[in-house]
């Protein structure tokens, strides 16, 4: 049972333009959400992240939303850059799990120059 | 730069022999580590968490018998295929966080192909 998902499996997006990254959760449970940016054969390098006690976090060109009663969080990229072209892992965490996550399944940005 | 050291990048081994991947924290310690596998187009699935002097915690199943984990410092966590199978292919990734609550850093990974 999926409880982070990434339904989109790919994005691609004109340089310049904004990148909206979405992500569904099922477990009411989770408190933290963050986003990992993966290169192919690399580990994922951690992005932003949100605590549940806040709807919006912003860290220059990346935003990520979170919308509790919806259970959905969105990673705004603006402007993209062909550079932020990976892969985009979502992630969540419970309360008190001591950093554990759950990851979704990822989603692929291309940004076009 | 890199907080968390992964070693080695990639090994090929052949079926049936056992493989070790070493995951170091390089400026903290880690009281726990997090053994993860990817499998291509795949999510991050955690394997266990490496808790150090203490046995390690296998999500569900994920045979502790063919992935021994060994957390004998505070600084480093071994991760052991035993009798490596083709299916045992995948990416390997550690990981680990400098304080509780606080983002999970991640190594490079392992590619371990068994043929």
């Known amino acids: 049972d999926q409880q982070v998902k990434q339904n989109s499996p790919s994005l691609s997006v004109q340089e310049g333009r904004i990148s909206i990254l979405n992500c569904d959760y099922t477990?009411?449970?989770?408190?933290?959400f963050l986003w990992y940016k993966k290169y192919p054969a690399e580990g994922p390098t951690f992005l932003i992240s949100?605590?549940?006690?806040?709807d919006k976090n912003e860290d220059g060109r990346f935003t990520v939303f979170l919308n509790k009663s919806a259970k959905h969080l969105s990673l705004h990229i603006v402007p993209s850059q062909p550079g932020d072209s990976a892969v985009y892992f979502c992630?969540?965490?419970?309360?008190?799990?001591?950093?554990?996550?759950?990851f979704g399944k990822g989603i692929t940005l291309s940004v076009r120059p | 730069g890199a907080v968390v050291s992964q070693h080695p990048s990639w090994v090929i081994c052949k079926s049936g022999t056992s493989v070790k991947i070493e995951c170091r924290s390089l400026?903290?310690?880690?009281?726990?580590m997090f053994w993860y596998r990817q499998f291509p187009k795949q999510s991050l699935m955690l394997m266990a968490t490496?808790?150090?002097?203490?046995?390690?915690?296998?999500e569900q199943g994920v045979e502790k018998d063919k992935f021994l984990i060994n957390h004998a410092s505070l600084t480093l966590s071994t991760l052991t295929v035993t009798s490596a199978h083709p299916e045992d292919s995948s990416f390997y990734i550690c990981?680990?966080?400098?304080?509780?609550?606080?983002?999970?850093?991640f190594g490079n990974g392992t590619r371990l192909t068994v043929t």
């Open positions: 490496s808790n150090e002097g203490s046995k390690a915690t296998y």
């Open positions: 949100i605590s549940s006690i806040k």
């Open positions: 992630a969540a965490r419970l309360t008190g799990a001591n950093s554990k996550l759950t």
């Open positions: 400026d903290f310690q880690a009281t726990t």
């Open positions: 477990n009411s449970m989770f408190d933290y």
């Open positions: 990981s680990a966080s400098r304080k509780s609550n606080s983002p999970l850093h």
